[in-house]
Protein backbone atom coordinates (compact mmCIF):
# COMPACT_ATOMS: atom_id res chain seq x y z
CA UNK A 1 0.00 0.00 0.00
CA UNK A 2 1.63 3.57 -1.00
CA UNK A 3 1.40 6.35 1.16
CA UNK A 4 -1.59 8.00 -0.38
CA UNK A 5 -3.67 5.05 0.25
CA UNK A 6 -2.48 4.47 3.59
CA UNK A 7 -2.81 8.15 4.80
CA UNK A 8 -6.67 7.46 3.55
CA UNK A 9 -7.11 4.62 5.12
CA UNK A 10 -6.05 6.12 8.52
CA UNK A 11 -7.92 9.08 8.18
CA UNK A 12 -11.10 7.18 7.22
CA UNK A 13 -10.31 5.14 10.46
CA UNK A 14 -10.14 8.10 12.71
CA UNK A 15 -13.13 10.07 11.17
CA UNK A 16 -15.06 6.25 11.47
CA UNK A 17 -14.08 6.50 15.31
CA UNK A 18 -14.85 10.18 15.96
CA UNK A 19 -18.97 9.58 14.13
CA UNK A 20 -19.21 7.01 16.78
CA UNK A 21 -18.36 8.66 19.55
CA UNK A 22 -20.66 11.76 18.21
CA UNK A 23 -23.49 9.25 17.66
CA UNK A 24 -23.02 7.85 21.44
CA UNK A 25 -23.23 11.31 22.74
CA UNK A 26 -26.14 12.57 20.59
CA UNK A 27 -27.91 9.14 21.98
CA UNK A 28 -27.31 10.65 25.72
CA UNK A 29 -27.89 13.78 25.51
CA UNK A 30 -31.74 13.28 26.04
CA UNK A 31 -32.47 16.30 28.57
CA UNK A 32 -33.82 19.48 27.68
CA UNK A 33 -33.30 22.48 30.45
CA UNK A 34 -31.98 26.36 31.19
CA UNK A 35 -28.92 26.35 31.45
CA UNK A 36 -26.32 28.06 34.05
CA UNK A 37 -23.62 29.26 32.32
CA UNK A 38 -20.67 30.85 33.78
CA UNK A 39 -17.36 32.43 31.73
CA UNK A 40 -14.65 33.63 34.37
CA UNK A 41 -10.79 33.64 33.94
CA UNK A 42 -8.24 36.56 33.22
CA UNK A 43 -8.58 36.14 29.85
CA UNK A 44 -10.38 38.30 27.29
CA UNK A 45 -13.40 37.07 25.85
CA UNK A 46 -16.08 36.42 28.31
CA UNK A 47 -18.05 38.98 28.05
CA UNK A 48 -18.25 38.50 24.08
CA UNK A 49 -18.90 35.08 24.35
CA UNK A 50 -22.11 36.08 26.20
CA UNK A 51 -22.68 38.66 23.46
CA UNK A 52 -22.39 35.76 21.01
CA UNK A 53 -25.38 33.83 22.71
CA UNK A 54 -27.50 37.12 22.99
CA UNK A 55 -27.25 37.07 19.31
CA UNK A 56 -28.16 33.71 18.11
CA UNK A 57 -30.98 33.95 20.94
CA UNK A 58 -32.56 36.91 19.02
CA UNK A 59 -32.09 34.61 15.85
CA UNK A 60 -34.28 32.29 17.51
CA UNK A 61 -36.83 34.61 19.10
CA UNK A 62 -35.82 34.31 22.79
CA UNK A 63 -36.91 37.09 24.97
CA UNK A 64 -33.31 38.56 26.57
CA UNK A 65 -32.34 40.30 29.73
CA UNK A 66 -29.28 41.95 30.26
CA UNK A 67 -27.75 43.93 33.25
CA UNK A 68 -24.33 45.02 32.86
CA UNK A 69 -22.70 45.61 36.79
CA UNK A 70 -19.50 47.61 37.62
CA UNK A 71 -19.50 49.17 33.78
CA UNK A 72 -20.19 52.14 33.57
CA UNK A 73 -22.26 54.21 30.97
CA UNK A 74 -19.73 54.56 28.48
CA UNK A 75 -20.98 53.80 25.01
CA UNK A 76 -20.28 50.28 23.80
CA UNK A 77 -21.03 49.03 20.32
CA UNK A 78 -22.68 45.93 21.16
CA UNK A 79 -25.40 47.53 23.27
CA UNK A 80 -25.93 50.45 21.06
CA UNK A 81 -26.60 47.16 18.37
CA UNK A 82 -28.79 44.62 20.70
CA UNK A 83 -31.10 47.34 22.12
CA UNK A 84 -32.56 48.41 18.86
CA UNK A 85 -33.85 44.56 18.65
CA UNK A 86 -37.71 45.02 20.42
CA UNK A 87 -37.00 41.38 22.08
CA UNK A 88 -33.45 42.73 23.89
CA UNK A 89 -33.58 44.66 26.80
CA UNK A 90 -30.78 45.81 28.30
CA UNK A 91 -29.51 47.78 31.85
CA UNK A 92 -25.89 49.08 32.74
CA UNK A 93 -26.07 50.09 35.94
CA UNK A 94 -22.45 50.34 37.18
CA UNK A 95 -20.03 53.29 38.27
CA UNK A 96 -17.11 52.05 36.42
CA UNK A 97 -14.26 49.98 37.42
CA UNK A 98 -13.69 49.63 41.56
CA UNK A 99 -10.16 51.88 41.28
CA UNK A 100 -12.26 54.48 39.65
CA UNK A 101 -14.95 54.75 42.39
CA UNK A 102 -12.60 53.95 45.78
CA UNK A 103 -16.02 54.22 47.16
CA UNK A 104 -17.23 50.57 48.51
CA UNK A 105 -20.31 51.94 50.14
CA UNK A 106 -21.11 53.39 46.67
CA UNK A 107 -20.13 50.32 45.27
CA UNK A 108 -22.40 47.82 47.13
CA UNK A 109 -25.48 49.89 46.93
CA UNK A 110 -24.85 49.98 42.97
CA UNK A 111 -24.38 46.80 43.02
CA UNK A 112 -27.56 46.01 44.97
CA UNK A 113 -29.65 48.40 42.57
CA UNK A 114 -28.55 45.94 39.79
CA UNK A 115 -29.42 42.56 41.32
CA UNK A 116 -32.75 44.42 41.68
CA UNK A 117 -32.69 43.96 37.77
CA UNK A 118 -31.48 41.20 37.61
CA UNK A 119 -34.16 39.44 40.05
CA UNK A 120 -36.85 41.01 37.82
CA UNK A 121 -35.43 39.40 34.62
CA UNK A 122 -34.67 35.53 36.64
CA UNK A 123 -38.23 36.06 37.85
CA UNK A 124 -39.86 36.56 34.83
CA UNK A 125 -40.37 33.34 33.09
CA UNK A 126 -41.10 35.25 29.79
CA UNK A 127 -37.54 36.06 29.82
CA UNK A 128 -36.09 32.99 28.15
CA UNK A 129 -32.34 34.47 28.43
CA UNK A 130 -30.41 36.65 31.35
CA UNK A 131 -27.04 37.69 30.90
CA UNK A 132 -25.46 38.73 34.00
CA UNK A 133 -22.14 40.62 32.77
CA UNK A 134 -19.43 41.01 35.58
CA UNK A 135 -21.42 39.87 38.44
CA UNK A 136 -18.78 37.43 39.00
CA UNK A 137 -16.66 40.50 39.63
CA UNK A 138 -19.24 41.78 42.18
CA UNK A 139 -19.32 38.18 43.96
CA UNK A 140 -15.39 38.27 44.10
CA UNK A 141 -16.06 41.83 46.17
CA UNK A 142 -18.47 40.66 48.37
CA UNK A 143 -20.86 43.49 47.27
CA UNK A 144 -23.09 41.05 47.10
CA UNK A 145 -23.29 37.45 48.56
CA UNK A 146 -23.22 34.78 46.15
CA UNK A 147 -25.40 32.72 49.02
CA UNK A 148 -27.97 35.24 48.17
CA UNK A 149 -27.50 34.72 44.86
CA UNK A 150 -28.03 31.11 43.99
CA UNK A 151 -31.29 30.15 45.48
CA UNK A 152 -32.92 32.85 43.14
CA UNK A 153 -31.02 30.63 40.35
CA UNK A 154 -32.16 27.71 41.21
CA UNK A 155 -35.90 29.03 41.72
CA UNK A 156 -36.13 30.27 38.07
CA UNK A 157 -38.06 28.85 34.97
CA UNK A 158 -37.42 25.22 34.14
CA UNK A 159 -36.13 26.00 30.63
CA UNK A 160 -34.78 29.95 31.19
CA UNK A 161 -31.02 30.20 30.41
CA UNK A 162 -28.26 32.09 32.90
CA UNK A 163 -25.25 33.72 31.76
CA UNK A 164 -22.81 35.07 34.21
CA UNK A 165 -19.50 36.67 33.23
CA UNK A 166 -16.61 38.01 34.92
CA UNK A 167 -13.22 36.68 36.90
CA UNK A 168 -13.20 35.11 39.69
CA UNK A 169 -16.46 33.05 39.87
CA UNK A 170 -16.23 31.85 43.20
CA UNK A 171 -16.60 28.56 44.24
CA UNK A 172 -20.27 27.58 44.78
CA UNK A 173 -21.03 29.25 41.60
CA UNK A 174 -19.29 27.07 40.03
CA UNK A 175 -20.40 24.29 41.88
CA UNK A 176 -23.94 25.18 41.01
CA UNK A 177 -23.69 25.88 37.29
CA UNK A 178 -24.12 23.82 34.31
CA UNK A 179 -21.20 25.57 32.11
CA UNK A 180 -17.71 27.07 33.22
CA UNK A 181 -15.25 28.17 30.82
CA UNK A 182 -12.04 29.35 32.27
CA UNK A 183 -10.81 31.59 29.75
CA UNK A 184 -6.77 32.40 30.11
CA UNK A 185 -4.46 34.98 28.45
CA UNK A 186 -1.72 33.86 26.43
CA UNK A 187 -0.98 37.54 25.03
CA UNK A 188 -2.71 40.85 25.40
CA UNK A 189 -2.27 44.22 23.62
CA UNK A 190 -2.98 46.32 26.57
CA UNK A 191 -0.77 44.63 28.55
CA UNK A 192 1.99 43.48 27.23
CA UNK A 193 2.55 45.80 24.34
CA UNK A 194 0.82 49.14 25.67
CA UNK A 195 -1.96 49.15 22.87
CA UNK A 196 -5.04 51.16 23.42
CA UNK A 197 -8.80 49.63 24.06
CA UNK A 198 -9.56 49.24 20.33
CA UNK A 199 -12.81 50.08 18.49
CA UNK A 200 -14.64 47.11 17.33
CA UNK A 201 -12.56 44.68 19.60
CA UNK A 202 -13.21 46.20 23.54
CA UNK A 203 -15.76 48.69 23.00
Known sequence: MDDQNSDEAKHK????????????????????????LVLTGPGKGKSS??????????????????????????????RDVLTKFPNV????????FTWITQNREQ??????RAWDQARTFIEDPSYDMVVLDELNAVLHYQYLDVES????????????????TGRNAPAPLIE???????????????????????RGIEF
Open 13 to 36: RMTERRNAGYERKQARATIEKGLL
Open 89 to 96: EWHTIGDG
Open 149 to 164: VLPVFAARAPMQHVIV
Open 176 to 198: AADLVSDVHVVKHPYRDQGVKAQ
Open 107 to 112: DIATAK
Open 49 to 78: SALGMIVRGIAHGMKIGVVQFIKGAKATGE
